[in-house]
């Protein structure tokens, strides 16, 4: 079993900095991608960004330069760094880790969604 636990969001003025954490823990052998997704009220789900076991990262564009996306591997952790904030950045956060665990067994969880509200 594998748990997820985010920490990070809040209030934030627009222009403004907030960096989200994901803790992965549990019978994980390797962890093969985090990600992070968003969903904003009346809105769908949608990926932000992602990083793989060998460190490659990716952003959607609507972040691109001005979210980063680390890993820990020694800790199975993760955070978004998100800077230059904007209102249309308001939205529930999501971690999402797969990899395989202790067993050998794939998986892929999700945490508990962490709200970040960027108004003024």
């Known amino acids: 079993q594998v748990q997820l636990v985010e920490s990070g969001g809040g209030l934030v003025q627009p222009g403004g900095s907030l960096r989200l954490s994901c803790a992965a823990s549990?019978?994980?052998?390797?962890?093969?991608?985090m990600n992070w997704y968003r969903q904003a009220p009346g809105k769908q789900r949608e990926w932000v960004a992602g990083?793989?076991?060998?460190?490659?990262?990716n952003y959607a564009d609507s972040v691109k330069g001005r979210f980063t996306i680390s890993r820990d591997d020694a800790k199975n952790t993760n955070t978004l760094q998100m800077n230059g904030l904007k209102p249309e950045d308001t939205a529930v956060y999501y971690c999402?880790?797969?990899?395989?665990?202790?067993?050998?067994?794939?998986?892929?969880?999700w945490g508990q969604g962490t709200q970040v509200t960027v108004s003024s």
């Open positions: 549990g019978s994980i052998f390797r962890i093969n991608f």
């Open positions: 990083i793989i076991g060998g460190g490659s990262t």
């Open positions: 999402n880790v797969g990899g395989v665990t202790s067993t050998r067994d794939p998986f892929n969880y």
